[in-house]
């Protein structure tokens, strides 16, 4: 299957800074990406749709001025948590369909587990 | 709404001993179902997906069913190297962001040997 790949896999940040993720897909062109964020034992939570070179779109109660999303090219989606705090620690994944391919599999990076200390 | 629900929470085979998980969904139209296998700390790996009614796919021990209300992963002859928590998740035909999935909880699985 196609590869996206997530960097970095894991960080620890100091509260009141900022961390960007990463999201690239490595062999296909991916005109959508989409962030998770997951918590222990609960489900993936979609925070945002990333479409190359438009604006984000945010899913309800996600606040966009916080987690910044910039899909500048067709392998390369970034996430960055701005000012981040205690809470905002969490396990962010990022996933791509392939550009045309509506109605197939999602491919997944490896996750990025963030800690805001 | 669109929803996914799976059960059990959490199963706990002996190694060789089959067993099924449940994925039940709600949505307007299904684009497709898909399952997903997730190890601790790590993206999901994408397993299968199906699109209609009475379909089937395999994957060595792994086989998945689909109805028009729910969705089944059979497990034949589990090795604790099949341990993982399993994901499924839909992809509704008229909702969702642009190919959105909706996620289930998952099903924990732990075989031991």
């Known amino acids: 299957g196609a590869v996206v790949s997530q960097h970095p896999s894991w960080v620890i940040c100091k509260s009141g800074t900022s961390v960007k993720i990463e999201c690239r897909s490595l062999?296909?062109?991916?005109?959508?990406m989409f962030w998770y964020r997951q918590f222990p034992k609960q489900s993936l939570m979609l925070m945002a749709t990333?479409?190359?070179?438009?604006?984000?779109?945010?899913e309800q109660g996600v606040e966009k001025d916080k987690f910044l999303i910039n899909h500048a090219s067709l392998t390369l989606s970034t996430l960055t948590v701005t000012s981040a705090h205690p809470e905002d620690s969490s396990f962010y994944i990022c996933?791509?369909?392939?550009?045309?391919?509506?109605?197939?599999?999602?491919?997944f990076g490896q996750g990025t587990r963030l800690t805001v200390v | 709404e669109d929803q996914v629900t799976q059960s059990p929470e959490a199963l706990r085979l002996q190694e060789g001993e089959s067993s099924s998980l449940n994925c039940s969904y709600t949505?307007?139209?299904?684009?497709?179902l898909f399952w997903y296998r997730q190890d601790p700390g790590k993206g999901p790996e994408f397993l299968f997906t199906?699109?209609?009614a009475g379909e089937e796919k395999e994957k060595e021990r792994l086989k998945a069913t689909l109805t028009k209300k729910e969705s089944f992963l059979h497990i034949t002859a589990p090795k604790p190297e099949d341990s993982a928590t399993y994901l499924c998740?839909?992809?509704?035909?008229?909702?969702?962001?642009?190919?959105?999935?909706?996620f289930g909880k998952g099903t924990k699985l732990s075989v031991k040997p």
């Open positions: 996933s791509a369909r392939e550009w045309g391919a509506l109605n197939t599999e999602a491919f």
């Open positions: 062999d296909f062109q991916a005109t959508t």
């Open positions: 990333s479409n190359e070179g438009s604006k984000a779109t945010y």
């Open positions: 949505v307007s139209g299904l684009r497709g």
């Open positions: 199906l699109y209609s």
């Open positions: 998740a839909v992809q509704d035909h008229y909702g969702g962001s642009q190919g959105n999935l909706i």
